[in-house]
């Protein structure tokens, strides 16, 4: 399916005279629209029908019904090009099959509790993901009122009425999960008004709504402050709580100054699976353009522009979120004027130890808030990913220290301290031996509890927490960042325990070209003396100097992993520097 871009789909319809006046996106929509009152974006509601048009014709080829959250998207694109004036399907008795083929599935599928299998197994929260879309698609139709709908607004009202059973009962797993049924309950409550809706919300909302003061949300995750955002704004504009809009906000401003200059936002400090991916801005842009017109925001406004030169866009955006902007008229206004937007900041959020900075198209994360003791379960930090640095389209991932010290792997810093202009990691490690049991203590038969040692780097049936300990060994690291105007030094300094092997390791993105380095074995490179350097896209990073020491890279992850025969290696292209302790280093990137 060809998608087509705003300044493509202007030239072509302005030449067949077929300009659509503001009238045909008519109402009901439009007359609920409050905001800045900036006027209706012809242009982009332009483009916005003419790529569902293409999806719904794609739709009406395949004749095939989706599963689990495709179900609510694909009512909603056709409900959506049913009932725009103009789209060419508009009130096109061709869409009628398809919809009652959806409704059908979904009643065939949906369990006695009102739940569907869409993820996780009768799951309240993920069959309130897949209502998000299929609730804006019912909206529409009963908005539009045809009567050639009525069976089927009959139909997937029916589904819809007992899928809010499930969710006024239902639990939840996560944090974002409340908030992700809350805003979901407000939809059904606006189609099918019903105290217990709101009753049900009030619960969820009466156990308070955790942001701190950076702008997370508990889970510090990019993936789901666009859910919890997604919600707050639903909730505040659907219940009439503008005080919802506050968090949505914070967290917003927050996401700015995580984005690099491609969009990609940094997730070090994710306590979410995302921690280990990447996560794009591009996900927020209903929100920024909803609040950038609701509140005359300007920075809101500027981003949501920048948004819409991304690659991608046209794809992700114009062609997927049509029922999102005729169930929520304010979203088809004018962006209001932008403000102009900062690209020269140093920004240290104290709650999870990041530190952002940014010159223009450099740009440096520095890390050191992980949730310690390291435990690696979905809900914490656990990502050793200490620094990472962008240049332009060159691209160092991340940069982790590791070293032998009893096999405990991968540096993990206890948070951050700024002193001066350097920022500083640091972590002190402590491995003992453990003495007999006092005779208080022990039992003739041996059988002592299964315990976890006192570092917790192991479990065994030693009763360790009543053991005396001796012979108790130490390793102290810390790692000092200064920035220049886009330059930055990290000075390494390990010391404790001597001999101990010390790795740092770099991983850069894949498909770039690395000078000055040694070739090693398993398509791993080492600097060993003067500067390397990193070239992508016509931009390149310069790192160095080596360390003059080149060993075999095995075990970098540690006991808790290895006992698993686990990884934490991702692509890329990687280079190590490595030495013993004591150890002293200094790295540089330009």
């Not at 009512?75 to 009130?91: D, T």
């Not at 108790?472 to 000092?480: D, F, I, P, Q």
């Amino acid at each position: 399916m060809k998608n087509i871009n705003r300044s493509e789909f202007l030239k072509t319809s302005m030449k067949a005279g077929a300009f659509v006046a503001l009238a045909q996106f008519g109402s009901p929509f439009l007359s609920a629209a409050q905001g800045n009152q900036g006027g209706i974006d012809t242009d982009f509601m332009n483009n916005l029908i003419a790529a569902n048009d293409e999806k719904v014709s794609a739709i009406l080829q395949t004749q095939k019904v989706g599963t689990g959250r495709a179900l609510g998207y694909e009512f909603a694109y056709l409900a959506s090009a049913y009932a725009s004036p103009s789209s060419k399907y508009y009130h096109d008795a061709r869409l009628a099959a398809p919809l009652e083929r959806l409704t059908a599935t979904m009643l065939e599928h949906q369990s006695e509790d009102g739940t569907l299998n869409a993820g996780n197994l009768e799951s309240p929260p993920d069959t309130a993901f897949m209502m998000e879309s299929l609730t804006a698609g019912a909206y529409i139709l009963a908005k539009d009122n045809s009567a050639a709908m009525s069976k089927i607004n009959s139909e997937v009202k029916k589904f819809i009425r007992k899928a809010g059973e499930a969710l006024i009962t239902g639990g939840v797993h996560t944090p974002n999960h409340r908030f992700a049924v809350c805003g979901v309950l407000a939809r059904l409550n606006e189609l099918y008004p019903d105290k217990r809706y709101l009753n049900r919300i009030d619960d969820w909302l009466g156990e308070g709504i955790f942001q701190d003061k950076d702008g997370h949300y508990p889970e510090r995750s990019q993936n789901y402050a666009n859910v919890e955002n997604n919600s707050m704004i639903t909730l505040g504009r659907l219940l009439n709580k503008p005080a919802m809009f506050d968090y949505a906000k914070k967290n917003l401003e927050m996401a700015y100054y995580y984005m690099d200059p491609d969009g990609n936002l940094a997730v070090n400090d994710s306590r979410r699976q995302d921690q280990w991916s990447s996560k794009n801005i591009m996900a927020f842009y209903l929100h920024y353009r909803y609040l950038a017109i609701k509140l005359n925001n300007g920075m809101f406004a500027a981003v949501a522009r920048f948004i819409e030169t991304l690659p991608g866009f046209d794809k992700e955006i114009v062609g997927n979120t049509i029922y999102d902007f005729l169930e929520n008229p304010v979203l088809q206004q004018q962006l209001p004027a932008s403000a102009t937007l900062p690209v020269s900041f140093e920004k240290l959020f104290t709650t999870s130890s990041l530190l952002r900075i940014r010159r223009n198209d450099t740009t440096t994360t520095f890390f050191g808030g992980p949730d310690l003791p390291t435990i690696i379960a979905s809900g914490r930090s656990n990502s050793p990913n200490f620094f990472a640095y962008r240049k332009g389209k060159a691209i160092l991932k991340y940069m982790r220290l590791s070293s032998s010290f009893f096999s405990m792997g991968y540096f993990y810093s206890d948070g951050m301290k700024k002193e001066g202009n350097k920022y500083v990691l640091y972590r002190k490690l402590s491995a003992p031996y453990y003495q007999p049991l006092p005779k208080d203590k022990r039992k003739k038969d041996g059988d002592y509890a299964l315990s976890p040692s006192i570092d917790d780097r192991f479990w065994n049936k030693m009763d360790f927490s009543n053991r005396p300990v001796s012979n108790v060994k130490t390793l102290e690291t810390k790692v000092t960042l200064t920035e220049n105007n886009g330059s930055d030094q990290l000075d390494f300094e390990v010391t404790g325990s001597e001999g101990v092997s010390v790795t740092i390791e770099l991983c850069f993105n894949e498909g770039g070209k690395l000078n000055g380095v040694t070739a090693g074995e398993n398509e791993n490179s080492f600097l060993t003396s003067g500067e390397g350097s990193y070239e992508f896209g016509g931009d390149t990073i310069n790192f160095g100097p080596g360390t003059g020491n080149v060993r075999m890279i095995r075990g970098l992850e540690g006991e808790r992993y290895s006992t698993h025969f686990g990884s934490l290696r991702t692509k890329g292209m990687y280079v190590y520097l490595t030495g013993n302790t004591p150890f002293k280093h200094t790295l540089k990137f330009s």
